[in-house]
Nanobody, 126 residues
Framework: QVQLVESGGGLVQAGGSLRLSCAAS????????VVWFRQAPGKEREFVAG???????????KHTDSVKGRFTISRDNAKNTVPLQMDSLELEDTAVYYC????????????????WGQGTQVTVSS
């Protein structure tokens, strides 16, 4: 089992940057694919980015031509963390950001993920 805690959210002006972090407990974290989802008010939770166990594969949400190139996901298995670097933030990036994990291959399907953090709020202002 793994427990996830997100941090790094906050208020930032459009064009600014934030670095979110997903910290995991558990010795076998390196066996888990980890993803970031986000949920804006009144909208469904949507996939943002994901990274496989060995970091050989990363992917970004298909809706997100706007995210790819601005957001970068990585992982540090030695520290049990998965950062999400977010640059050139836009108003539309305002949402609660969640990390999730599964002990299996990386997917973009929200229903595939067994473990979730509590979320961290990101607010982008004009």
């Amino acid at each position: 089992q793994v427990q996830l805690v997100e941090s790094g959210g906050g208020l930032v002006q459009a064009g600014g940057s934030l670095r979110l972090s997903c910290a995991a407990s558990g010795r076998t974290f390196s066996n888990y694919a980890v993803v970031w989802f986000r949920q804006a008010p009144g909208k469904e939770r949507e996939f943002v980015a994901g990274v496989s166990c060995t970091s050989l594969r990363t992917c970004y949400g298909k809706h997100t031509d706007s995210v790819k190139g601005r957001f970068t996901i990585s992982r540090d298995n030695a520290k049990n963390t998965v950062p999400l670097q977010m640059d050139s933030l836009e108003l539309e990036d305002t949402a609660v950001y969640y990390c999730a994990a599964r002990r299996a291959a990386l997917t973009e399907n929200i229903d595939d993920y067994d473990y979730w953090g509590q979320g961290t709020q990101v607010t982008v202002s004009s």
